[in-house]
T-cell receptor, first 110, second 115 residues
Framework: RKEVEQDPGPFNVPEGATVAFNCTYSNSASQSFFWYRQDCRKEPKLLMS???SGNEDGRFTAQLNRASQYISLLIRDSKLSDSATYLC???????????FGTGTRLKVLA | EAGVTQFPSHSVIEKGQTVTLRCDPI?????LYWYRRVMGKEIKFLLH????????ESGMPNNRFLAERTGGTYSTLKVQPAELEDSGVYFC?????????????FGPGTRLTVT
């Protein structure tokens, strides 16, 4: 079983739609959680860190459920420019290394 | 502020040859990481430097890979001799320790093809 699991998609949604991605992690010692965005043949770019209380940044909302060991990302009012792969990333307590999911592909359609 | 830079952006070499990848972290970032993505797989951790010291080498696949960070600034990752399975995208990242979150910032990657 992978340490970080994501539905690879693709998720094809119309502009203006709301879309949600989930990610599960297996290590209960995981301490830090992130969503990164990766465009085709580019580097991962930090979208947002995920805090225990949940956090929002404009159209993006991230939630953490430690009891069930999952993280979610909600994108409201999808734009064409949101089309990308969204990477769920986890860091375990006592280490600095990131554990990546395989990513979820989103395509926003006009 | 300049981001993480990597050189070269692409490299095509033959099996058995040597390749050296370079990473320049964001200025002032003591932490430097190497990751790799092979085709069809997730990005995987290779190693972590704090300044010039190797903090975690647990992801290095074998002794054909050698990473250095002399002086605690830029880092190099040498693959010698290269094998076909070494093909992939090698990302470098850097971070500061400003709390407990440890957000990492990635460079554009080096796409390595071993033929």
């Amino acid at each position: 079983r992978k340490e970080v699991e994501q539905d690879p998609g693709p998720f094809n949604v119309p502009e203006g739609a709301t879309v949600a991605f989930n990610c599960t992690y297996s290590n209960s010692a995981s301490q830090s959680f992130f969503w990164y965005r990766q465009d085709c043949r580019k580097e991962p770019k930090l979208l947002m860190s995920v805090y225990s209380s949940g956090n929002e940044d404009g159209r993006f909302t991230a939630q953490l459920n430690r009891a069930s060991q999952y993280i979610s990302l909600l994108i409201r009012d999808s734009k064409l420019s949101d089309s990308a792969t969204y990477l769920c990333v986890v860091r375990t307590s006592g280490t600095y290394k990131y554990i990546f999911g395989t990513g979820t592909r989103l395509k926003v359609l006009a | 502020e300049a981001g993480v830079t990597q050189f070269p952006s692409h490299s095509v070499i033959e099996k058995g040859q040597t390749v050296t990848l370079r990473c320049d972290p964001i200025s002032g970032h003591d932490n430097l990481y190497w990751y790799r993505r092979v085709m069809g797989k997730e990005i995987k951790f290779l190693l972590h430097f704090v300044k010039e010291s190797k903090q975690d080498e647990s992801g290095m696949p074998n002794n054909r890979f050698l990473a250095e960070r002399t002086g605690g600034t830029y880092s190099t990752l040498k693959v010698q001799p290269a094998e076909l399975e070494d093909s992939g995208v090698y990302f470098c990242a850097s971070s500061q320790d400003t709390g407990t979150i440890y957000e990492q910032y990635f460079g554009p990657g080096t796409r390595l093809t071993v033929t």
